[in-house]
T-cell receptor, first 113, second 111 residues
C-alpha cells in the first residue's frame, strides 16, 4: 500500500541533543499526525496538524504542517532516554478516502545517556 | 475511556490452525481499522470499517484473512488456516475524526 517517505530511518544521539525528522509525499495531505511507538506497545498520538503552515508544540516536541501540504516535520528538543522509540508520521491525503490514514516508514530513535 | 482494547496480547499457534483476534474500539468512534506490523513491511492497513460496514479490504493479503464487525463495540480478525508468514503484530485502531487511537496489539507467532 501507499506509504509516506520518512527520514531518517534511524538516529543514534546523545542525551540532551535536539532531533529532527520529516515526512514527504508527492501528493497533498489534509492532515498530518505524529505517533510514537514504544517497544511492545501500540503507536501513541503525539501531535495532530490540520492547516498548512501550522506549528504545534507538545512539551519538548514541535511539529509543523508544511506550506506545500506535502510534508511535515517533527523536532524534539533536549532529548532524554525515554524518548527512545519509533516515530511515525501519518497523513490523510486530500481527496482520499475519509479517515484512511497513510503511514510513514518510521524513524527509530536511540538516545544514549 | 479505557482506550482501544485488543485480545489476546500474545498468541502462539501451529500452522494450519484458526486464529481469531479481537478488538473493542473506543466508545463513540465510528471508524475501526486493522493493521499488521512487521519489520520488513512496516504498518500495513488490512481493512477498515465505518459504522460497522467494511469500506476497504484491499489490504487483506489473502482469502485466509477475514474481518467482521457485528456491532459498534466489537470486531474480529480471523486467519484460517494460519501460516508462519502471518507472524506479526496486529493492531486495531479507532477514530472519530481523523486522529486514530491504537490498541496495544496482538503479537501472533505461527510455528
Amino acid at each position: 500500500g501507499q506509504q509516506l517517505n520518512q527520514s531518517p530511518q534511524s538516529m543514534f544521539i546523545q542525551e540532551g541533543e535536539d532531533v529532527s525528522m520529516n515526512c514527504t509525499s508527492s501528493s497533498i495531505f489534509n492532515t498530518w499526525l505524529w505517533y510514537k511507538q514504544d517497544p511492545g506497545e501500540g503507536p501513541v498520538l503525539l501531535i495532530a496538524l490540520y492547516k498548512a503552515g501550522e506549528l504545534t508544540s507538545n512539551g519538548r516536541l514541535t511539529a509543523q504542517f508544511g506550506i506545500t501540504r506535502k510534508d511535515s516535520f517533527l523536532n524534539i528538543s533536549a532529548s532524554i532516554p525515554s524518548d527512545v522509540g519509533i516515530y511515525f508520521c501519518a497523513g490523510l491525503p486530500w481527496g482520499g478516502a475519509t479517515n484512511k490514514l497513510i503511514f510513514g516508514t518510521g524513524t527509530l530513535l536511540a538516545v544514549q545517556p | 475511556d479505557a482506550g482501544v482494547i485488543q485480545s489476546p496480547r500474545h498468541e502462539v499457534t501451529e500452522m494450519g490452525q484458526e486464529v481469531t483476534l479481537r478488538c473493542k474500539p473506543i466508545s463513540g468512534h465510528d471508524y475501526l481499522f486493522w493493521y499488521r506490523q512487521t519489520m520488513m513491511r512496516g504498518l500495513e492497513l488490512l481493512i477498515y470499517f465505518n459504522n460497522n460496514v467494511p469500506i476497504d479490504d484491499s489490504g487483506m493479503p489473502e482469502d485466509r484473512f477475514s474481518a467482521k464487525m457485528p456491532n459498534a463495540s466489537f470486531s474480529t480478525l480471523k486467519i484460517q488456516p494460519s501460516e508462519p508468514r502471518d507472524s506479526a503484530v496486529y493492531f486495531c485502531a479507532s477514530t472519530k475524526g481523523g486522529e486514530a487511537f491504537f490498541g496495544q496489539g496482538t503479537r501472533l507467532t505461527v510455528v
